[in-house]
């Protein structure tokens, strides 16, 4: 069974930057996994942020990025605000339909 | 504007049967694919199912292989979830989700709530 790994929190002070991972098991993320990253608050349906690795959606801000950043895809906000406090998913496509998420990381901002 | 709109969630019985739907506008639904992903309360997002433009392939996740079958009619811009053999753990919130080019999710719905219950 594939796991999809991912912080279960962090923690960040307004204005300042955070990296969040999405790691695999047993072996690395590469760019052939399209990992993409999704913004979650209380409530709501989840927001796409980055996609393709390191495309931010429509109307994503541009403090929100995203990389390989070694054996992980990662997601790195710069200039952190409290409108960023949520619950941030990775998902990675492991081909013939099927994607794995990861089981999330919430981040405070404070 | 991108829209997908949810409906068919409620209680059902262990054992028993729904069947969700996806109305969808402000794109060609007919031009991509969709899915369907789910959240158990106070859980995680989980990957359901999958269908190509043209509903000629499904992909399904594990979990729901054998009891769920993904379906879509191009005509009425639905997207259809027929869920069978519900089991408790199926309880979620089940949203629609349009297809990016890259193996993404693109644009989400809000969601139908799924009870699974005796």
């Known amino acids: 069974q594939t796991v999809v790994t991912q912080e279960p929190s962090f923690s960040v002070s307004p204005g300042g930057t955070v990296t969040l991972t999405c790691g695999l098991s047993?072996?690395?993320?590469?760019?052939?996994?399209?990992p993409s990253w999704y913004q979650q608050t209380p409530g709501q349906a989840p927001r796409t942020l980055i996609y393709n690795t390191d495309t931010r959606s429509s109307g994503v801000p541009d403090r929100f990025s995203g990389s390989i950043l070694g054996n992980k895809a990662a997601l790195t906000i710069t200039g952190a605000q409290t409108d960023d406090e949520s619950i941030y998913y990775c998902v990675l496509y492991m081909g013939s339909g099927s994607w794995v998420f990861g089981g999330g990381t919430k981040l405070t901002v404070l | 504007e991108v829209q997908l709109v949810e409906s068919g969630g409620g209680l059902v019985q262990p054992g028993g049967t729904l069947r969700l739907s996806c109305s969808a506008s402000?794109?060609?639904?007919?031009?991509?694919?969709m899915n369907w992903v789910r959240q158990a309360p106070g859980k995680g997002l989980e990957y359901v199912s999958d269908i190509s433009v043209n509903g000629g392939s499904t992909y399904y996740a594990d979990s729901v292989k054998g009891r769920f079958t993904i379906s879509r009619d191009n005509s009425k811009n639905t997207l259809y979830l027929q869920m069978s053999s519900l089991r408790t753990e199926d309880m979620a919130v089940y949203y629609c989700v349009k297809r990016g080019g890259w193996y993404n999710f693109d644009y989400w719905g809000q969601g139908t709530l799924v009870t699974v219950s005796s």
């Open positions: 047993s072996v690395s993320v590469s760019t052939s996994y399209y």
């Open positions: 402000g794109f060609t639904f007919s031009g991509y694919a």
